[in-house]
């Protein structure tokens, strides 16, 4: 997948769901007090993260960045 793709998914706020390595991952949406925000990681032990930068700044799966990992998918 391109980060662009991923991307639009973001935008749409599309659920999405994925296996890496055996695990389980997913990306919600909600808000709280602080607005809207991502949640991303192992399914069910989501972060939250506020923007685009932040979550691809952030965002990791093991010892390498989410960003990183995206092609992959």
């Given amino acids: 997948m391109k980060i662009e793709d991923f991307r639009f998914l973001v935008d749409c706020k ?3 769901e994925f ?3 055996g695990i389980k991952y997913s990306l ?4 709280d007090q602080k607005g809207e925000y991502l949640a991303f990681g192992r399914l069910y032990e989501p972060q939250r993260f506020y923007s685009w930068g932040e979550f691809m700044n952030e965002a990791k799966i093991e010892n390498s ?4 990992i995206i092609p992959d998918l």
């Fill in 14 to 16: 599309k659920n999405y």
């Fill in 65 to 68: 960045f989410f960003r990183e």
């Fill in 28 to 31: 919600t949406y909600g808000k």
């Fill in 19 to 21: 296996d890496f390595k």
